[in-house]
């Protein structure tokens, strides 16, 4: 079980001229209704994360074995677990730690790769030597690399986080690379280069600059797998402990009392679906908005 995680390919250096029609290809873009439909549900899913110890009943670590298994009412509105947990205080709480799990990895991994994919990308040199590593990262299956590294170090949200972020770097670099060298053959980059212009400042004012719209883009296809590694680590039983409400250990714990309790799987994994569902509306919508071609079309 993996997610599908989306190039994008280089977009084409952006000028003063093109960004009118990228905004009005935005705006175009979030109006559709199956995107207002994914921001409204994810707005739902972050206010529900924000806000989870004001939502919920009660401490959702709390134990109390007489209320084992108990069936949804007044008391425990989704019913309660195996050890008499509030599952629905849990699920609440499974949204904040999934939310945390997916944005940072998506941010750590965008920083991280986009600074080795600009070195990569301009020094030939150091090209070669980067990307054979990232080959070797990519090689591995991503969830096989992720337990690999929890079990190494121990469960805890850093460590669970960092086991995400791994295994997306190659991808990220491996886009800022295609847009570095696409943008590097430019001409305004070329004469910089022949005016003896300092390196860091052809990076950051030419390069980097160029990579902004995708790597946005690719930050969400990220965003949203690693809040369903996160949940397979933990259904696996490499991911966080049961004293952290995950989605994924909730439905790990719910799955030998199927049967009996359905909503123990089927509550945590309806958020899960729908939070990744929305974060990849939003991403597809995003792509298609700052894509050239696509705002050639508008």
Known sequence: MSANINVIDPVEPLTHDAAPTIFAQLRHAFQSKPVLVAMILLLIIVFIALFAPLLGTVDPNALNTSERLKVPGAEFWLGSDAYGRDVYSRVLYGARTSLVAGLGAAVFSVVLG??????????????????????????????????????????????VLIAI???EIPRVVRLVRSVVLTVRNEPYVEAA?????????????????????????????????????????????????????????????????FQM??????????????????????????????????????
């Open 114 to 159: 986009l600074f080795i994919g600009v070195i990569a990308g301009y020094f030939r040199t150091a090209d070669a030597i980067i990307m054979r590593i990232m080959d070797g990262l990519m090689a591995i299956p991503g969830i096989l690399l992720a337990i690999a590294l929890v079990a190494l170090s121990g469960a805890s949200l850093m460590t």
């Open 165 to 167: 972020t791994i295994p």
């Open 193 to 257: 280069i022949a005016q003896g212009t300092p390196v860091p400042r052809i990076l950051l004012r030419h390069l980097v600059p160029n990579t902004i719209a995708p790597l946005v883009v690719q930050g969400t296809y990220v965003f949203a797998s690693a809040i369903l590694t996160e949940a397979i680590l933990s259904f696996l039983g490499a991911g966080l402990g049961t004293e952290t409400s995950s989605w994924g250990n909730i439905m790990a714990e719910g799955r030998m009392y």
């Open 261 to 298: 309790r359905p909503g123990l799987i089927l509550y945590p994994g309806i958020l899960l679906s729908l939070t990744v569902l929305s974060v990849n509306l939003l991403g597809d919508a995003m792509r298609d908005a700052l894509d050239p071609r696509m705002a050639r079309k508008l």
